[in-house]
């Protein structure tokens, strides 16, 4: 008993409630003990305990064999989305945005590029007032290939970084003009770091919401991430050092059309 209790709170047993927690966001359904257990590769009796215990805590539901992610999973969300707009999101910062919005008449985004993954998230938006415009909630996740934020970002790696991230990357299409052509997508990259912009245009697909879409618009949604070196270099994008990959930011002025 005092050895499954050890088992139970050992750091690695730490990982895999993460890990758990992280597969039921990516699944738009509920997720059986079966088909977590394969994705973090980790047998059932220690899966199904810890399962429990995120149930105890709310932080999962459970019906019929089935999981999901719970209210307490969510108010976590909530907390942790907020400490993290205390952490990255500065009066300077919050300033730049609002600077941009006035001059551009646009939604901006200030993004962060995720800790050891290929998305980057929304950690500050400013919307535009316009009736047709971009729109895109605080805490988003969205790919780096599809979004000028994240080619802005990757237009500010190294050579070495960019070579591993096109290496490794299955493109999806989005929507009907997601560009997934890997030698496109690098012309494009290389051309942000020349001209110290990148651009993205996506056209919505009225069933569901892309990456880069505009809400409530069947139109065409261009972002557009910009090093904006004369407004406020210090939040600027591609004159972080390629040493910051894992926290590099990105200013975004939105527009729809």
Known sequence: MLAAARRFHSP???TRVIHILEE???SPEPVSLADI???LEAPKSSTAA???GLVLANFVVASEGMYRLGPGAFGLGSALLEARRRLHSSDLIRDGMRRLAQRSGETVLFAVRDSGADTLTYIEVIESHNTLRF????GDRRPLYCTAGGRAMLAAATPEELKHYLAHLVP???????ETDKRRLARAIAAARVSRSALARSRAVASRRAPSDGRASSGTATDVASAMTAMTASISTSVKPA????CRRTLIAARGR
């Open 50 to 52: 810890l399962l429990r």
């Open 12 to 14: 690695q047993s730490v």
């Open 24 to 26: 039921l966001c990516s």
């Open 243 to 246: 040493s910051d990959s894992a």
């Open 172 to 178: 999806r299409r989005w929507t009907t003009s997601t």
């Open 37 to 39: 257990c394969r994705a």
């Open 135 to 138: 729109a895109s909630s605080l």
